[in-house]
């Protein structure tokens, strides 16, 4: 789907030279170019989750499908696509996971755009995962013949945006929701009272460990770690 670097069919040692001038060169020219030249599967991995840090690791992520880089107006929610497009979005690529345990979808996009300034300026424009309510940030993509075939905008309840790497024109953001279009949230007891709305939020904090983790994923990618 996207390019490969040249060098990576030469064999290991080739390998092993472009990953090493990338960490010493502070990947500078490689940065802005890793969404094109790094493996679909090394920009989504199979499975994605959150770097460990002791005891029991959390069981994770596992991606459905990818997309091909979309238009920045169609692949993103209206909200997060006006101002992307503000701040030079020239496209976005997307993929589909669904949680181990197959209750779960999120769709995770990777925006280009014209540096990380204005990756940044987006973040704290009160569209990061970690502001209150964001809200669903991409247009979900259902797979066909999977866990999240189902899966649609009418069932994104979290999101929001996060710049995935220090110094690259990215923003990584995010759609998360049930996958069952049947879903239905239940009257909680007490003084929970009766919208169910609380229920709900736990795809918020779904939305910002999903996000966390690629971003780390992805950073690690772009790094040659």
Known sequence: MFGVLPLLAAGGLAFAAVKNHRIQTGNDAFIPAAWHNLRTDEIFPDLLREPSTGGQQAPGWVRQGIVKDSDCKKALMPRLASVAVENGCTTVLRATYVDAGGEAAATVALCVLGSNDQARTIERSGLSVVAD?????????????????????SLGHGGGTMSPTLFGPYLAAITVGPTDPDRRYGNLPGEWKSSGQPESLVYQSLSTDLLFAFSHSFDKAVDGR
């Open 133 to 153: 309510h964001p809200g669903p940030m991409v247009v979900p993509v259902a797979v066909p013949k999977t866990a999240a075939a189902g899966w649609r905008t």
